[in-house]
């Protein structure tokens, strides 16, 4: 994901993914902006997210399961979800990758804000249940591209067909496994 991320600096206007998104570079003077906000955020958002749930870290370093739990929080909310959701209202793949983009975003700030809501409630396993399903959302930006090389490789479809069905495949199963998760977890 990081060397992905590098291909767009210094701050291209046509590298990798933006290479099929001239119309909204030159249409939508803010798509750029959200753009990279989406992008520089949400790889800072991916690695944060990794660390919160090492149990060694939790147990023995409070303190910085805290502050990077907060970064990641901050980030989500006022960075990666929102630029998310603009950026998802001008999706390839027309109407239904933008339905799934835009909603994706919602839930992913949605889940994300009960995990910090039940944490400030001292609510531990529902915030543990909230920010795993936050961050299986975020592991889409992983996930997404993990189903796009399998679909291009195994069935060849056109691009925009592509875009339609990973929009869903990047962050429904990851929702689902975590789901499945939870209910193993509640039935101990």
């Known amino acids: 994901m990081i060397k992905i991320t590098l291909q767009y600096f210094p701050f291209k206007t046509d590298a990798a993914f933006l290479q099929i998104k001239q119309t909204e570079v030159a249409e939508i003077p803010l798509y750029l902006v959200f753009f990279y906000i989406h992008v520089c ?12 749930f090492n149990d060694v870290l939790l147990k023995t370093y409070p303190k910085i399961h805290q502050m990077i739990g907060k970064i ?40 994300t804000l009960k995990g910090f809501t039940t944490i400030k409630n001292k609510k531990i396993s529902l915030h543990k249940a909230f920010m795993l399903r936050s961050f299986a959302l ?7 591209r993990l189903w796009k090389v399998i679909l291009v490789n195994l069935f060849h479809p056109a691009p ?13 199963p990851n929702l689902l496994i ?4 939870l209910y193993n977890q509640s039935k101990k």
């Open 72 to 111: 990641y929080v901050f980030m989500v909310l006022f960075l990666s979800a929102p630029s998310g959701l603009f950026i998802g209202l001008f999706a390839n793949g027309g109407f239904y990758s933008k339905i799934s983009f835009c909603i994706l975003s919602v839930l992913w700030f949605y889940f």
């Open 160 to 172: 925009m067909d592509v875009y339609q069905i990973i929009a869903w495949l990047g962050w429904i």
């Open 178 to 181: 975590i789901e499945y998760y």
């Open 138 to 144: 975020t592991f889409s930006a992983i996930t997404l």
């Open 41 to 52: 955020s949400s790889i800072f958002v991916l690695l944060a997210g990794f660390s919160q």
